[in-house]
């Protein structure tokens, strides 16, 4: 099993809907979460952190479930804008500061 | 927040010969990284920099291959040695900051190999 998993997409929505992405991680003494932005030919960018009790963004909202062991990221009111690839990252389990991601989703905003 | 710079942002090699990318960081750091990133494809750690001593390196990666050094908390370079074709990728300095954790990252050298 994979450390982060996340359904590749893409996930092809029309403006304005409202989108749900989820991750799933297998360790389950990960302590920080974060969702990342990554536009074609771009580096990755930082999204938002998700925290325990979960954040909202504006349009964004973070969620952390840790007994099922995932993170969700929720996107109303769609822009075409918002078309990119999402990535998960995982870290802290055990102490360590290496991330782990996941293999991001791929999301198309259509007109 | 950190603000990363990179160079070169991108260059064109030959088989054979061997290319350094540096990084700069606008502040200092604890955690340094180098990831690649091939077309379409998610994020692969190389190593971590480590100031002062050898980089640790994730399984399929070496140092002969990728030497690193970080002489200070703001500033490394990996070197991609002895390039062949299936070098070409685009290489990705990130860096952790203070604080919660949260990773931020350069814009990355988009390298050919011919």
């Known amino acids: 099993r994979k450390e982060v998993e996340q359904d590749p997409g893409p996930f092809n929505v029309p403006e304005g809907a409202t989108v749900a992405f989820n991750c799933t991680y297998s360790?389950?003494?990960?302590?920080?979460f974060f969702w990342y932005r990554q536009d074609c030919r771009k580096e990755p960018k930082l999204l938002m952190s998700?925290?325990?009790s979960g954040n909202e963004d504006g349009r964004f909202t973070a969620q952390l479930n840790r007994a099922s062991q995932y993170i969700s990221l929720l996107i109303r009111d769609s822009k075409l804008s918002d078309s990119a690839t999402y990535l998960c990252?995982?870290?802290?389990?055990?102490?360590?500061?290496?991330?782990?991601f996941g293999r991001g989703t791929s999301l198309i905003v259509h007109p | 927040s950190a603000v990363i710079s990179q160079k070169p942002s991108r260059d064109i090699c030959q088989r054979g010969t061997s290319l350094t990318i540096q990084c700069q960081v606008d502040?200092?750091?604890?955690?340094m990284f180098w990831y690649r990133q091939q077309p379409g494809q998610s994020l692969t750690l190389i190593a971590t920099?480590?100031?002062?001593?050898?980089?640790?390196?994730e399984s399929g990666f070496v140092i002969d291959k990728f030497p690193i050094s970080r002489p200070n908390l703001t500033f490394s370079t990996l070197t991609v040695s002895n390039m062949s074709p299936e070098d070409s990728s685009i290489y990705l300095c990130?860096?952790?900051?203070?604080?919660?954790?949260?990773?931020?990252f350069g814009p990355g050298t988009r390298l050919t190999v011919t």
């Open positions: 502040s200092q750091v604890t955690m």
């Open positions: 920099a480590n100031q002062g001593s050898e980089a640790t390196y």
């Open positions: 998700v925290y325990s």
């Open positions: 360790n389950s003494a990960s302590q920080s």
């Open positions: 990130s860096v952790i900051g203070q604080g919660p954790r949260e990773q931020y």
């Open positions: 990252v995982v870290n802290g389990a055990g102490g360590s500061y290496i991330p782990t």
